[in-house]
């Protein structure tokens, strides 16, 4: 998914999707900002219409997207991409302009908190104890995190989403380097149905003086709200854009 237009005065956004789906799926209430600014939204490997890849890990994943990068780039990234998302920021700090994270799973970062440590505990228990068949195993992930399913049967794309999902490295063992964000612009999105996410963006904004936003009404999948989130994206880029003019 690319904008249609790739004109260098516009802001230029690389939006990072997380797990089970694709950019495309992710990201469709986005398709006004695809419009507006110079967008990019990669398929990461291993999803599709892409062949299924042995392991995930988000640090690899992180390296892999620095050819999507541009100097000057607003780096945009949900769920577990906003883990990767992290990683890439601080391993080309110079390139991004700012980092947006919409209810990353790092909640290693605010361990000793009660509904953190829980989401550490219940969510390994998962990995670990949890169905094999990934159909199963999607569906008790998807209750987990506080996000829909489809009734029925599951698509051929959905099932290998549930392939991949099953051989991801957990994201509460990032351990993203914070100190390399420092004097980054951050906002940290999350959508009150969850205590562990707040967890993680309150920690963010200790840590990084992020800015701070909470939209519900779309459990963890806040960005599939549509206009609040982009109307507030919008202004996020646009205030820092107009900062260096």
Known sequence: MTSESRLGKRPRL????GSVVNARTTWIAQKPLFERFDAEAPNRRG???????????????AAWLEEFLEPGT??????????????LAARRRADVRSLTVVEPPAFG?????????????????????GPRDP????????????????????????????????RERLP???DPPLD???????????GAHEPAFEAVCDVLQERLGARRAVLPGAGHSVQRLGAPFNDLLSSFV???????R
Do not use: C, K
């Not at 607003?74 to 990683?87: D, E, Q």
């Not at 361990?111 to 505990?121: I, K, L, S, V």
């Not at 390399?180 to 999350?190: I, K, N, T």
């Open 14 to 17: 690389l939006f990072v999707h």
């Open 172 to 174: 509460w063992d990032a």
């Open 109 to 129: 970062l605010a361990r000793g908190n009660p509904a953190a440590d829980a989401a550490m505990e219940s969510g390994t228990r998962l990995w670990d104890e």
């Open 47 to 61: 999803f599709p219409p892409g062949p299924e890849v042995e392991r995930v890990d988000f640090e690899g994943e």
């Open 135 to 166: 159909e199963e195993f999607l569906r008790a992930f998807m209750a987990w995190v506080g996000a829909p399913i489809p009734p029925g049967r599951l698509s051929p794309a959905l099932l290998q989403g549930a392939r991949i999902l099953q």
């Open 180 to 190: 390399a964000l420092e004097g980054l612009p951050v906002l940290a999105v999350s």
């Open 74 to 87: 607003h780096l945009v990234g949900h769920s577990y991409g906003g883990v990767i998302s992290l990683f």
């Open 238 to 244: 646009e205030q820092i854009e107009g900062s260096l």
